[in-house]
């Protein structure tokens, strides 16, 4: 047994040529990002149970104000490093050890003092102590090694695999011992906190560089080149990924901020762990072929095929579960976040899909793409999200994020990666149609079952989702047969492609 185990990760250790290699780092990056996922997700459900919304408004308040201030100085150094052509990047790892150990102790230093502002600003002073004690993180990010850098660039998504999961098995074990001892948003924290130690250490015990204090100004220039699109771009998402959340938790209350982030983090969780999985893997795919139009374009159409194929049901069917699943895994008390979490996770789906987008452009050296539609978009929230919050509260939030991406941003995205790929718009579309189709008919069978059925809540959870799952199958086998779809003959691809 133990000898097929150790043959079957051999093979899947990534080889090859470019699609070999990027399939197999799919396979671990898509495991690794599900217990990346999952655990803390597991942990959040215990907590929910345990402390209530009150005490997760304030872990949300601490989170989000080290996303903001990590946002604000991101340059994109790993980007820069990943898109350059060359496979050895040694020369700028120094340099980019310095920046990111003078990035982490400025974040600290401002959130420790910034703390008490926050806590009046939010009208939640308990918060303050979260924020300074979960600043040290910051500290920890930064003194990584960072040639694990070169587990993405290389597609060695094998080892970015223990590197990530350590960290992850850390913080679900200390953060559930945490939670057991003393059920309160100290758990969260605690476990951010081991989580990122244990990261530090295997950044240097998979990785035997062993980088030096030095800083090189010409290294730094040519990376801050590049990442310059990277820090606007990075601002610009904390504003739109995470300003509604500081806009809901200032406007309404903690607890309104943990139903509205809690909504989103559940809802996106599935289309979003394939949204990493692509972008990881098909950022670095897709820069090594960035001057072959063609190969661009076929890899591209087949990326959009297999995203589309598993995001559109992921988000339609989550949608359809949402009542169902909040009722068993949070409880009566967080009700009030369901017809939010309906509307994110039709979100989720596009988000998927348009990761791909954003992956492909950066790959081809135009990230200003990425900063300039941010910006528009930033610029769409900030006009609307006031009127519609004070209106319809968090259910109206939800319903403006998934109005301007869909309406206003999707076309747009889909025209320049048109552009960029020399086809057209309708024949990006055309890989989401039959997904689309097949999703609709498991989504009016999982409802229709969800309707019938009176059972308690994680039985019918686990009938409706058995059902979604077969009916889609079933609709996508129909539909593989009667057209020129051709899944089946792209998944066997995948397959190959991973084994080989």
Same mark, same amino acid.
């Given at each position: 047994m133990s000898r097929k185990l150790t043959s079957l990760v051999r093979r899947l250790v990534p080889s090859g040529g470019t699609g070999q290699r990027a399939a197999k780092s799919a396979v671990w990056l898509f495991g690794q990002n599900m217990v990346d996922r999952l655990l803390p997700l597991v942990l959040l459900v215990i907590l929910a149970r345990l402390v209530g919304p009150l005490e997760l408004g304030l872990v949300g308040i601490a989170l989000v104000s080290m996303s903001a201030l990590r946002s604000l100085t991101e340059v994109g150094l790993n980007e820069a490093l990943i898109q350059r052509i060359e496979d050895n990047v040694d020369r700028y790892l120094n340099t980019v050890l310095a920046m990111e150990i003078a990035r982490g102790v400025l974040i600290f230093g401002v959130l420790f003092l910034a703390a008490p502002f926050i806590g009046r600003l939010f009208d939640a002073p308990a918060a303050v102590p979260l924020i300074q004690v979960l600043a040290v993180s910051a500290v920890l990010r930064g003194l990584k090694n960072?040639?694990?850098?070169?587990?993405?660039?290389?597609?060695?998504?094998?080892?970015?695999?223990?590197?990530?999961?350590?960290?992850?098995?850390?913080?679900?074990?200390?953060?559930?011992?945490?939670?057991? =001892?003393?059920?309160? /948003?100290?758990? =969260?924290?605690?476990?951010?906190?081991?989580? &990122?130690?244990?990261?530090?250490? /295997?950044?240097?015990?998979?990785? &035997?560089?062993?980088?030096?204090?030095?800083? &090189?100004?010409?290294?730094?220039?040519?990376?801050?080149?590049?990442?310059? =699109?990277?820090t606007g771009t990075s601002i610009l998402y904390f504003l739109y990924n995470e300003g509604d959340d500081v806009f809901v938790g200032w406007l309404l209350s903690p607890v309104a901020l943990a139903y509205y982030q809690y909504a989103y983090r559940m809802s996106n969780a599935p289309a979003t762990e394939l949204s990493q999985v692509i972008a990881g893997v098909m950022f670095p795919a897709f820069s090594k072929f960035q001057t072959d139009v063609e190969r661009l374009r076929e890899s591209y159409f087949a990326t959009v095929r297999l995203a589309s194929f598993v995001a559109v049901p992921m988000g339609i069917g989550f949608a359809v579960v949402t009542p169902a699943f909040v009722a068993a895994a949070f409880g009566t008390d967080w009700l009030p976040m369901v017809a939010a979490m309906q509307l994110l996770a039709l979100y989720g789906v596009y988000r998927a899909i348009g990761k791909t987008m954003g992956a492909l452009w950066k790959a081809v050296g135009r990230p200003d793409y990425v900063t300039k539609l941010s910006l528009l978009k930033v610029a769409l929230l900030a006009v609307l999200i006031y009127p519609v919050t004070v209106r319809w509260g968090i259910t109206g939030t939800a319903a403006l994020i998934v109005a301007v991406n869909l309406v206003v941003m999707a076309p747009l995205d889909l025209y320049i990666t048109a552009k960029i790929l020399e086809t057209t718009s309708t024949r990006i579309l055309s890989e989401v149609t039959y997904p689309l189709l097949a999703s609709a008919v498991m989504a009016g069978a999982t409802w229709y079952v969800g309707q019938a059925l009176v059972l308690p809540a994680w039985i019918e959870l686990c009938v409706m989702v058995v059902t979604g799952g077969v009916v889609y199958a079933a609709a996508v086998l129909a539909l593989d047969l009667g057209t020129n779809w051709g899944m089946r003959a792209n998944l066997r691809q995948l397959v190959s492609n991973v084994v080989s």
């Amino acid at each position: 047994m133990s000898r097929k185990l150790t043959s079957l990760v051999r093979r899947l250790v990534p080889s090859g040529g470019t699609g070999q290699r990027a399939a197999k780092s799919a396979v671990w990056l898509f495991g690794q990002n599900m217990v990346d996922r999952l655990l803390p997700l597991v942990l959040l459900v215990i907590l929910a149970r345990l402390v209530g919304p009150l005490e997760l408004g304030l872990v949300g308040i601490a989170l989000v104000s080290m996303s903001a201030l990590r946002s604000l100085t991101e340059v994109g150094l790993n980007e820069a490093l990943i898109q350059r052509i060359e496979d050895n990047v040694d020369r700028y790892l120094n340099t980019v050890l310095a920046m990111e150990i003078a990035r982490g102790v400025l974040i600290f230093g401002v959130l420790f003092l910034a703390a008490p502002f926050i806590g009046r600003l939010f009208d939640a002073p308990a918060a303050v102590p979260l924020i300074q004690v979960l600043a040290v993180s910051a500290v920890l990010r930064g003194l990584k090694n960072p040639a694990v850098v070169y587990f993405q660039k290389n597609l060695e998504y094998h080892k970015m695999f223990v590197y990530t999961t350590g960290g992850t098995l850390a913080f679900f074990v200390t953060g559930l011992a945490l939670a057991l =001892w003393d059920p309160s /948003a100290w758990a =969260w924290v605690g476990a951010f906190l081991a989580s &990122d130690l244990v990261r530090l250490v /295997a950044s240097y015990l998979i990785h &035997d560089y062993r980088p030096g204090i030095g800083f &090189d100004r010409q290294a730094a220039g040519e990376l801050i080149q590049f990442g310059k =699109w990277i820090t606007g771009t990075s601002i610009l998402y904390f504003l739109y990924n995470e300003g509604d959340d500081v806009f809901v938790g200032w406007l309404l209350s903690p607890v309104a901020l943990a139903y509205y982030q809690y909504a989103y983090r559940m809802s996106n969780a599935p289309a979003t762990e394939l949204s990493q999985v692509i972008a990881g893997v098909m950022f670095p795919a897709f820069s090594k072929f960035q001057t072959d139009v063609e190969r661009l374009r076929e890899s591209y159409f087949a990326t959009v095929r297999l995203a589309s194929f598993v995001a559109v049901p992921m988000g339609i069917g989550f949608a359809v579960v949402t009542p169902a699943f909040v009722a068993a895994a949070f409880g009566t008390d967080w009700l009030p976040m369901v017809a939010a979490m309906q509307l994110l996770a039709l979100y989720g789906v596009y988000r998927a899909i348009g990761k791909t987008m954003g992956a492909l452009w950066k790959a081809v050296g135009r990230p200003d793409y990425v900063t300039k539609l941010s910006l528009l978009k930033v610029a769409l929230l900030a006009v609307l999200i006031y009127p519609v919050t004070v209106r319809w509260g968090i259910t109206g939030t939800a319903a403006l994020i998934v109005a301007v991406n869909l309406v206003v941003m999707a076309p747009l995205d889909l025209y320049i990666t048109a552009k960029i790929l020399e086809t057209t718009s309708t024949r990006i579309l055309s890989e989401v149609t039959y997904p689309l189709l097949a999703s609709a008919v498991m989504a009016g069978a999982t409802w229709y079952v969800g309707q019938a059925l009176v059972l308690p809540a994680w039985i019918e959870l686990c009938v409706m989702v058995v059902t979604g799952g077969v009916v889609y199958a079933a609709a996508v086998l129909a539909l593989d047969l009667g057209t020129n779809w051709g899944m089946r003959a792209n998944l066997r691809q995948l397959v190959s492609n991973v084994v080989s």
